[in-house]
């Protein structure tokens, strides 16, 4: 379950295994091959902005030191805001182990979440990375 609580108390969307078209009309989509939550390495996730309940229209809004909740089923994971970018939507880089350096090893866990910009176009990709901030054990 995905919770960012600078889009509100009912901002809570369940990540579907996948970021193909299929997938993404399901909620939030976490990227194959990439890292699971808490995990070292890049745990990349990626939603519509505008169609299939849009989980990712407001990205825009979110600020350095934002919260990222994941709810695994191990623990709670939560990330802070790093930085944002917006970059053209054929760059994939971003959702490697160590985001934009391919042939670096990772030392650390990470989320990345990726959309489509502007509203209704694939002209651009904004990007939120984050880095670890609490880990709690599994809750109800």
Same mark, same amino acid.
């Given at each position: &379950?995905?919770?960012?609580?600078?889009?509100?108390?009912?901002?809570?969307?369940?990540?579907?295994?996948?970021?193909?078209?299929?997938?993404?009309?399901?909620?939030?989509?976490?990227? =194959?091959?990439?890292? &699971?939550?808490? $995990?070292?390495?890049?745990?990349?996730?990626?939603?519509? !902005?505008?169609?299939?309940?849009?989980?990712?229209?407001?990205?825009?809004?979110?600020?350095?030191?934002?919260?990222?909740?994941?709810?695994?089923?191990?623990?709670?994971?939560?990330? $802070?805001?790093?930085? $944002?970018?917006?970059?053209?939507?054929? !760059?994939?880089?971003?959702?490697? =182990?160590?985001?934009?350096?391919?042939?670096?090893?990772?030392?650390?866990?990470?989320?990345? &979440?990726?959309?489509?910009? =502007?509203?209704?176009?694939? $002209?651009?990709?904004?990007?939120?990375?984050?880095? =670890?901030?609490?880990?709690?054990?599994?809750?109800?």
């Amino acid at each position: &379950m995905l919770r960012i609580p600078r889009l509100g108390p009912d901002y809570k969307y369940a990540i579907v295994e996948g970021a193909d078209s299929e997938e993404l009309r399901k909620g939030p989509g976490h990227y =194959p091959g990439t890292a &699971m939550p808490g $995990q070292i390495g890049n745990f990349a996730i990626s939603g519509h !902005r505008t169609t299939y309940s849009a989980p990712f229209t407001r990205i825009n809004e979110l600020r350095h030191g934002d919260d990222i909740v994941v709810d695994a089923t191990d623990a709670r994971y939560t990330y $802070q805001v790093i930085r $944002q970018e917006i970059i053209g939507p054929t !760059r994939t880089d971003v959702v490697n =182990p160590v985001p934009e350096h391919p042939a670096q090893r990772p030392s650390q866990a990470l989320i990345t &979440m990726t959309t489509c910009d =502007p509203k209704y176009s694939a $002209q651009e990709r904004p990007v939120v990375y984050g880095v =670890p901030a609490r880990r709690a054990g599994r809750h109800t």
